[in-house]
């Protein structure tokens, strides 16, 4: 069983700043890919940033400098800042994991609101 539990998300105001993490745990031998996607109201849920094993990253276009996706081994962090009342949305956090059994699993969080206001 693999899991990914996200924090940080909460209501700020047009202009301010946030910090979502998300930690995965579980019976995991390797991380290749992690990511946030977001999906609002209304809306498909869309990539918002990836980063690789590696470090590289990469960003949806209406996010790149104002947000950044960082790593460190099983966690996964984004810092948002300037945010604006289009990022309001559900916040997941995504893994592509190697489990100990061999197996290959596209994992998902359960979701963290971010509410930007006016």
């Known amino acids: 069983q693999v899991q990914l539990v996200e924090s940080g998300g909460g209501s700020v105001q047009a202009g301010g700043s946030l910090r979502l993490s998300c930690a995965a745990s579980g019976t995991i031998r390797q991380i290749s890919a992690m990511g946030w996607y977001r999906q609002a109201p209304g809306n498909q849920r869309e990539l918002v940033a990836t980063?690789?094993?590696?470090?590289f990253t990469n960003y949806e276009a209406s996010v790149k400098g104002r947000f950044t996706i960082s790593r460190d081994g099983f966690k996964v962090n984004l810092g948002m800042n300037d945010l604006k009342l289009e990022d309001t949305a559900v916040y997941y956090c995504?893994?592509?994991?190697?489990?100990?059994?061999?197996?290959?699993?596209?994992?998902w969080g359960q979701g963290t609101l971010v509410n930007v206001s006016s």
């Open positions: 995504n893994a592509a994991v190697l489990a100990r059994s061999a197996s290959r699993l596209l994992v």
């Open positions: 980063i690789s094993s590696s470090g």
